[in-house]
Every structure is written in C-alpha cells, then in structure tokens.
T-cell receptor
Framework: KAGVTQTPRYLIKTRGQQVTLSCSPI?????VSWYQQTPGQGLQFLFE???????NKGNFPGRFSGRQFSNSRSEMNVSTLELGDSALYLC?????????????FGPGTRLTVL | AQSVAQPEDQVNVAEGNPLTVKCTYS??????LFWYVQYPNRGLQFLLK??????LVKGSYGFEAEFNKSQTSFHLKKPSALVSDSALYFC????????????FGKGTRLHILP
C-alpha cells in the first residue's frame, strides 16, 4: 500500500502571499489531520477532516483553512503568510478517529516564509 | 483540559543500556495514549498505543510502555538501546467521547551514545 504523500516537499514564500499544500492519504483512510511542527512549539494540531467534513479544529487563526475532497485527498491553505508560519506541515491519515486509530504521517512540507 | 507533558527535552543513553522516555497526562476520564517516533527528515511513525487491557504495551522495534493510572504516566522503555534509536519521540493523549481530539507532547530528543 502506498503511504501518505505530501506535495510539495519544500516551499519558499514571502510575507503576504498565500500557499496551498496537498495531502494524499492511504487508500481507504477517511480521516486526514494536519499538524504544524516548529522547534519551539512542538507538534500542534491544525484540523481534522473526515468524509469531507471538518470534525475538529485547533487554535489557529482563520488564515489557516483546509478542505477534503470526495477521494479523501486534502488541501491546506494559508493566506497572508507571516514569518511565524515558517514550519514543517505534516499530514496524517487514519481509518477512523485519530484519537483512537493509528495515524500514518506523510514526510511533510517544509514552508519557509521570507 | 486534556494535556500531555514530556518533562525532558533531551535524554542521553549509552548504547546497550536501558532507556526511558517519560510522559505524563492530565487526569480526566479514561485516556488513550500513544507513542510516535520521528527520524530526521521524516514524518512521524507509530510505535505503540494503550487503549484498554494490559497496562504493559509492547510495540515496534522492541519498545514497550506501561500505563500507570495512579501516577498518570505512560513512560516509554527499551531494555537495551541501539544507536539507531536516536530520534525525536512524541507522546500523545486523547479521550474517547470528548471530541476524540489528540494532543501531542512537545517531544523528547533521544541520543544514544556509541
């Protein structure tokens, strides 16, 4: 079975721009979660989608948004980028709830905001 | 609010010695507890989880963890460390029927010294 894939792997943007990140889950997995990883804050939960519906959301500003398509692929969008948005963005998929089922993580997208 | 703490930012262990990576969680209901590991430039990988049943949980790569309800801890252990165990380890907690949101600790960097 193919693992979780994320594209692109690396991105460099400037302040004020917007960015879209993509995640393809493992076939059959209906839940996709997004996380932001930074050295200072560790791993912070952004949101979780299940069958195209946002089921949970973390404490991030509205500039961070996401969606899930009918094939379970998910995208995450960050508008009006700030320097503090520089981070590794990880996507994870699971069969059901990530709080119960094992999550499978992608390699991440490294976003640098200049 | 649910939370999880990893009190050590870094743990150094000599190869061949036993290792312990500590994790404690906030008291509130019956937790589900997880350990994930992140190798350099990779996403997280699942190691083990406690849902119910035996307090001692065995996982991948010879790791195990013990659920201790009285001490609200879920420490990760291995009897004999390998240099290849050097990585970043994350503990995570969720509570069934409380929106199933999973919360990750800040991570502990494990260095195995040859």
């Amino acid at each position: 079975k193919a693992g979780v894939t994320q594209t692109p792997r690396y991105l460099i943007k400037t302040r004020g721009q917007q960015v879209t990140l993509s995640c393809s889950p493992i076939s059959g997995h209906r839940s996709v979660s997004w996380y932001q990883q930074t050295p200072g804050q560790g791993l912070q939960f952004l949101f979780e989608y299940f069958s195209e519906t946002q089921r949970n959301k973390g404490n991030f500003p509205g500039r961070f948004s996401g969606r899930q398509f009918s094939n379970s692929r998910s995208e995450m969008n960050v508008s009006t980028l700030e320097l503090g948005d520089s981070a590794l963005y990880l996507c994870a998929s699971s069969l059901g709830s990530p709080g119960f089922d094992t999550q499978y993580f992608g390699p991440g997208t490294r976003l640098t905001v200049l | 609010a649910q939370s999880v703490a990893q009190p050590e930012d870094q743990v150094n262990v000599a190869e061949g010695n036993p290792l312990t990576v500590k994790c404690t969680y906030s008291v509130s209901g019956n937790p589900y507890l997880f350990w994930y590991v992140q190798y350099p430039n990779r996403g997280l990988q699942f190691l083990l989880k406690y849902i119910t049943g035996d307090n001692l949980v065995k996982g991948s790569y010879g790791f195990e963890a013990e659920f201790n309800k009285s001490q609200t801890s879920f420490h990760l252990k291995k009897p004999s460390a390998l240099v290849s165990d050097s990585a970043l380890y994350f503990c995570a907690v969720s509570y069934r029927n409380r929106d199933d949101k999973i919360i990750f600790g800040k991570g502990t960097r494990l260095h195995i010294l040859p």
